[in-house]
């Protein structure tokens, strides 16, 4: 059975403040098919699929997505005087996506551990051809090098304030992906924690970010880069607790627009909890189990939709009654 591929674009939220979890809140849901070629295509056919098949990788349909962010951002109030920062993972760290940026957008990206960078070199200094400065070690490199001092950081991450560590590499390219673009490099420490004493260890591997955002203090991108796990948490709920893509549909909008507004009911139950609740388990919520012996910082998806069931039981009740 063939799968549907959607790609989400999520807003990144703090409400209860720095010691607080995040959350994600879906703003665009596009479906995005790759057209399959037919075994019997003619040649002709072949490579007219092929073209669609471009128009439809998951980097163009990412940075179309960001392009009308930007846009309705900047039709808002003060909306162009806001910068954007988009955090994706290592699948968009490419030359299609980082080239379409719209303006007055950064991006904080992963990278891979063996990529070859350039020194940056002013426009003022170049000669000719020559676009790029000497060649640069590569971020596994930047980690082990001794000499580049490791900085301190306290985030919140996986239900607590934790210490990172982490360098900053200023002033370089990417000539493969940014070509002659000023970039700066973060190569963060494997934090290497357990959530309770006798777990497994998790986190045991560095990470390497790319940013095109030459002035916010590598703090802050280090953090909204934290952040986008939520964006994991949504696809497990909308796929574990919403049914997005179970639907038996079979009409071609239907089959789009369906997964589409499950993700948007879902987007306005967050966006309801955070305006209400302030993103915190109040009373209002079912009594924890007893074998819970912490309070969660937040409602769960599960709360926030048995909530809701109940309050749309009690409308139902009390419209009877009149």
């Known amino acids: ?27 665009s849901f596009t479906h995005a098919p790759t057209p399959k070629i037919p075994k019997r295509a003619s ?51 490419n030359r ?53 001092p490791w900085q301190s950081m306290n985030v919140f991450v996986a239900g607590k304030l934790r210490t990172l560590h982490y360098k900053e590499v200023p002033r370089l390219c990417w000539p493969r992906v940014t070509q002659d673009r000023q970039m700066r490099l973060i190569v963060i420490k494997a934090p290497g924690y357990r959530l309770r004493q006798g777990s497994k260890l998790l986190y045991r591997e560095p990470a390497f970010l790319i940013t095109t955002d030459l002035t916010t203090p590598a703090t802050e991108l280090i953090a909204a880069y934290l952040a986008r796990w939520e964006v994991e948490v949504n696809f497990r709920d909308e796929k574990t607790l919403l049914g997005v893509g179970q639907a038996q549909v079979r009409h071609a909008q239907s089959v789009a627009r369906a997964p589409a507004f499950l993700v948007a009911a879902y987007s306005m139950l967050l966006w309801s909890n955070i305006r209400i609740f302030g993103d915190r388990r109040t009373q209002q919520f079912d009594r924890l189990p007893a074998w819970r012996n912490t309070k969660p910082a937040r409602p769960s998806t599960r709360d926030l939709i048995r909530l809701l069931q109940q309050q749309a039981q009690q409308a139902n009740l009390d419209q009877m009654r009149n």
Do not use: I
């Open 1 to 27: 059975m063939l799968g549907q591929r959607f790609v989400q674009t999520s807003l990144l939220l703090q409400p209860g403040g720095a010691e607080h979890p995040w959350r994600a809140l879906p703003v």
């Open 43 to 93: 040649p002709e056919e072949q490579a007219a699929l092929k073209e669609v098949r471009k128009k439809h990788r998951l980097s163009l349909v990412a940075l179309e997505q960001l392009q009308f962010c930007r846009r309705y951002l900047d039709s808002q109030p003060g909306g162009r005087q806001r910068w954007l920062m988009d955090v994706v993972d290592g699948g968009y760290s």
């Open 96 to 148: 299609t996506f980082f080239a379409g940026l719209p303006e007055r957008t950064q991006v904080v990206a992963r990278v891979r551990k063996d990529a070859k960078f350039r020194t940056y070199l002013p426009p003022v200094q170049r000669q000719g051809a020559r676009k790029y400065g000497p060649n640069l070690p590569t971020p596994l490199e930047y980690l082990q090098d001794p000499d580049l």
